[in-house]
């Protein structure tokens, strides 16, 4: 996808970045709502690992703030998307060399009904990394080259939370010769409204959200709401 094709949200000129810290004991509160959720529908629970955890449970935050604020509130049931950066490496064919320096990825993309994921409680956290689960293992098991590009656009046009960073780039871990960071932030996302992703200082995640300030609100409500949810689970 060229430059020109890419489509970046219009930003508020007050737009604010703020980070979220999600706790080991939260993810694995998430894992343990998403599990018990599956055994109530009778369902297989999905392969939650702590990053979908991560990423569910912020993806249906976000999405409870965007109903809350009147988007997509008329029509629950269209579908909303998630992408995710998924390592192609092992699956490229012929095999990329072991000594290949540079990065091999393409995208894992979740979809869900808006309504669901707004849901609060176990509801909206199994839709969400039901679908981010579903999405990985789809492009690792069939990575449909041909289709890709024009799979992430419809994703773009219907809506999408794209993520940027990832947990195993071990930011924290970086010494330059001045000690490791005291904070790192991706600020990149205040302008393509994806969500940043990073292993926390303390373990767990940290989240990175731009938005304007009445959205960075009503997030940050929802966010606080979840957390107590799970912590009263």
């Known amino acids: ?28 509160g998430v894992k343990d709502a998403v599990a018990s959720e599956a055994a109530r529908r ?5 392969r939650c690992s702590t990053l979908v955890a991560a990423l569910g ?31 192609y490496r092992q ?5 990329v060399p072991a000594t290949y320096l540079g990065n091999c990825i393409g995208p894992a993309i979740g979809a869900a009904a ?9 509801d909206g956290l199994f839709t969400a990394c039901a679908a981010i689960a579903a999405g990985i293992e789809k492009a690792v098991a069939s990575p ?23 947990p195993r780039l071990r930011v924290y871990d970086v010494d330059f010769g001045f000690g490791p960071p005291a904070k790192v932030e991706i600020v990149s996302v205040a ?4 969500m940043a992703v990073a292993e926390s200082r303390g373990g767990g995640m940290e989240v990175g959200m731009s938005l304007p300030p009445a959205g960075m609100a009503t997030f940050r409500r929802c966010f606080a709401d979840a957390v107590a949810w799970l912590s009263s689970s």
């Open 57 to 87: 449970f912020v993806w249906s935050c976000y999405r409870r703030a965007k109903a809350e604020t009147g988007d997509g509130a008329a029509d629950p049931e269209s579908p909303t998307y998630f992408i995710v950066a998924v390592d």
């Open 42 to 46: 009778g369902q297989t629970p999905p």
């Open 144 to 166: 449909e080259w041909e289709t890709m590009v024009e799979r992430v656009k419809e994703a773009g046009a219907r809506g999408v939370l794209s993520v940027a960073g990832s």
């Open 1 to 28: 996808m060229s430059a020109d094709e890419i489509e970046f949200v219009k930003m508020s000129p007050d737009q604010l970045l703020a980070t979220f810290t999600l706790s080991r004991e939260h993810l694995q």
């Open 114 to 122: 808006k309504g669901e994921l707004a849901s609060a409680g176990a």
């Open 91 to 95: 699956l490229m064919k012929p095999p």
């Open 191 to 194: 302008r393509t409204g994806a």
